[in-house]
């Protein structure tokens, strides 16, 4: 009995004291191992369980949705006619069907940009060393002037396939089918302002170019388009839990109610969150097809902006005559913070174009910097013999009217839009003026 315990207890317990130790470490590292296992698989498990913990609260978005919105928002979140707007729509998601198009446009504009001005600065160049040549600079420097010269008439010409007017011709050639398929997505889109989703595009097109791609990126995006400074989700929860007070004026009599207990409504805050999950799970990302745009049946009802929405008839056009415009705008008072908004794109002119004066003028990269313009007037510009006797308003209502008949340098010719003349008041340009001289005179900083 006894020896049979013994052998017992000698099997269960290790006699010698490195068997011990090594039978501790043994242990030791296997319950470390354990740990990191689990450690490790800890992320995905958590990630598989929250997969898990949205798809039911979606389904159950699914279910309170059906029951409580589907009567006004459609079953598939669609819209109804006169009744509700779409929540299964990519102008909610911001998806813009424009704005890669337009990315990729923009871009080879910039470069073709670029090397117009590396192409004015070689010619700058070219004429110094021509007339340095005139001067008799001894053999040596006039061979090396010979040769940067050479060197310049390849970069200029056409011969070489990497010159400069090479270059700008093979961007040319990629942006013109790009920007023939901008205009056949526009027309197509042309569709979706007979349902309220872009108001006023045909105004838009009208003005062209860059007003109208920067309104579409308003308009495309519902957001954007409500002025709201969240995300979706917020944006969601907050018209659940509010409602919109006032909606049944512009509805026929349907209202969008507050839901949630805490605005008064029926509806617990996990299950605004489950619906709010619901309808977030209809985002298609960059999948959204022009398609589902125009399965719609409505979009919202947009309360009238008064930037936006033309009241009363649009002023005159200022023309082409630069003395006739100076006579004009000298008679008038100018407002800068209104000439500011103007400028920055923020208001529209008295002719109701939308301009952008300040995507270009901002930084003095692409053109002369805004703050220095009025003094650069006064300092530089009116001293070159070209301007003499000018006014400094002369000087600016032309550079707006006329770009191309004075070019700052190193900036080229052709760049600044000629649209103006079609586009502002004498109004306009006297708030203009006005903004650009507060600069000069400490209003601006
Ligand atoms: C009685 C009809 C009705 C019901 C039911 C209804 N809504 Fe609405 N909803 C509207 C109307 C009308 C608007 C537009 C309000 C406006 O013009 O601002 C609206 C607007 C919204 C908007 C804002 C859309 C936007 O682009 O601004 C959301 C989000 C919304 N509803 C979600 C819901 C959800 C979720 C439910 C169900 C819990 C629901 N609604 C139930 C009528 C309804
Ligand atoms: C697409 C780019 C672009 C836009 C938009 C633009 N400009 Fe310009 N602007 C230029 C460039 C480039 C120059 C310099 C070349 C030249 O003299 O034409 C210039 C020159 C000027 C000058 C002369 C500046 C100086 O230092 O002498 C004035 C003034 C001016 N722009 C005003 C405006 C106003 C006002 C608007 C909006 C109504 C506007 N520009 C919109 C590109 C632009």
Request: aromatic share 6%.
């Amino acid at each position: 009995m006894l020896k049979e315990k013994e052998g017992l207890v000698g099997r269960l317990i290790i006699e010698s004291i490195e068997g011990r130790v090594l039978m501790g470490i043994v242990m030791f590292v296997g319950v470390m191992v354990l740990v990191g296992w689990v450690a490790i698989n800890e992320p995905a498990r958590m990630a598989a369980f929250e997969r898990q913990h949205l798809g039911r609260s979606i389904e159950r978005g699914a279910e309170l949705f059906a029951a409580n919105c589907s009567t006004c928002h459609g079953a598939t979140g669609l819209g109804i006619a006169e009744r509700a707007p779409a929540l299964n729509n990519p102008q909610l998601f911001g998806h813009s069907f424009l704005n890669p198009l337009n990315a990729d446009i923009g871009r080879r504009e910039r470069q073709v940009q670029e090397l117009n001005t590396q192409m004015s600065e070689l010619n700058r160049e070219r004429d110094a060393l021509f007339a340095e040549a005139a001067t008799n600079p001894g053999p040596e420097r006039l061979r090396a002037i010979t040769e940067r010269i050479q060197a310049i008439d390849v970069l200029m010409g056409t011969d070489d396939p990497n010159s400069l007017p090479n270059r700008i011709a093979a961007l040319e050639a990629e942006l013109e089918p790009m920007i023939a398929e901008r205009e056949v997505l526009l027309d197509s889109l042309q569709a979706a302002t007979d349902k309220g989703y872009l108001p006023g595009l045909e105004a838009a097109r009208a003005q062209g170019g860059l007003a109208l791609t920067q309104y579409l990126e308003r308009d495309s995006n519902r957001l954007l388009q409500a002025g709201w400074g969240g995300d979706l989700r917020s944006f969601l929860t907050t018209t659940l839990v509010h409602g919109r007070p006032g909606s049944q004026d512009a509805w026929g009599g349907t209202q969008m109610v507050a839901w949630a207990q805490r605005g008064g409504g029926p509806l617990r805050d996990d299950q605004v969150a489950d619906i709010v999950n619901y309808i977030l799970n209809w985002d298609k990302g960059n999948a959204w097809t022009t398609e589902d745009l125009f399965a719609v049946n409505q979009f919202t009802k947009l309360k009238a902006d008064a930037s936006m929405v033309a009241s009363g008839p649009a002023a005159q056009a200022i023309g082409r005559d630069v003395d006739a415009a100076l006579v004009a705008v000298t008679a008038l008072t100018g407002d800068p913070v209104r000439g500011k908004a103007i400028y920055n794109g923020e208001a529209r002119t008295e002719v109701r174009a939308r301009l952008a004066c300040a995507s270009c003028h901002m930084g003095g990269v692409q053109a002369p910097a805004t703050e220095v313009t009025w003094t650069n007037t006064l300092n530089i510009r009116l001293a070159d013999p070209v301007n003499a006797g000018r006014s400094p308003e002369y000087y600016i209502i032309a550079s707006i009217l006329h770009p191309n008949d004075y070019i700052v340098a190193p900036y080229a010719s052709g760049i600044m839009p000629q649209t103006y003349p079609d586009q502002l008041s004498a109004q306009d340009l006297a708030d203009i003026i006005a903004y650009l001289r507060s600069y000069a005179e400490g209003g601006q900083s």
